[in-house]
């Protein structure tokens, strides 16, 4: 059985990847510092290149 969304929301990760998250669990990890070889998802290479940005959490969809 599939479970209801109740929350669906973006964690931009200090100096690493979007995460999208939907009831609060981890669906996908996306690829924001351009590296990756993976695009669009993360495969860790900001790491590598030194990329910084800052955390911020955007909540898409929350049910009331």
Known sequence: MTEKV???SL???????ILVKINDR????LCRCGYSTNKPF???????YGF??????L???EEK
């Open 11 to 17: 964690e931009f990760v200090e100096n690493g990847p």
């Open 42 to 48: 993360c495969d860790g290479s900001h790491s590598a």
């Open 26 to 29: 981890i669906d996908a990890a």
């Open 6 to 8: 109740k929350k669906v």
């Open 52 to 57: 910084e940005a800052e955390h911020k959490e």
């Open 59 to 61: 909540v898409i969809y």
